[in-house]
């Protein structure tokens, strides 16, 4: 599975991105998808995750109620509907594709980076105050 994110820029606190993960590869809609973020001179964390049919999403706690994620099997693509973006926000977004298909986990499996297998290439999603 190669994976490819998008979407983002540079936006204002309090607007909105969608991000996109487009997967090329076959089975896409078996495997569990993360959203991760870094930050320069920071550990790599948890964003948002999706199960494989869609039906489990977790969220790291500062962006519940802002972040949505959703996915659609037909285009091979997951998004991440960001809302009321922060400042702390700012970071370089990375999707990734869990290393196994049709499987679902624990809430602590899906945040942990070790369960994805395949990651794509950052977008860069910068929130000026």
């Known amino acids: 599975v190669q994976l490819q994110a998008s979407g983002g820029g540079l936006v204002q606190a309090g607007d909105s991105l969608r991000l996109s993960c487009a997967a090329s590869?076959?089975?896409?809609?078996?495997?569990?998808i993360g959203w991760f973020r870094r930050v320069p001179g920071k550990e790599r964390e948890f964003v948002a995750a999706i199960s494989w049919s869609g039906g489990i999403t977790y969220y790291r706690d500062s962006v519940k109620g802002r972040f949505t994620i959703s996915r659609d099997n037909v285009k091979d693509t997951v998004y991440l509907q960001m809302d009321s973006l922060k400042p702390e926000d700012t970071a370089v977004y990375y999707c990734a594709a869990d290393k196994r298909r049709r499987t679902t986990y624990t809430e602590a499996r899906y945040m942990s980076s070790s369960l994805y297998a395949y990651w794509g290439k950052g977008t860069q999603v910068t929130v000026s105050s």
């Open positions: 590869g076959r089975s896409f809609e078996t495997y569990a």
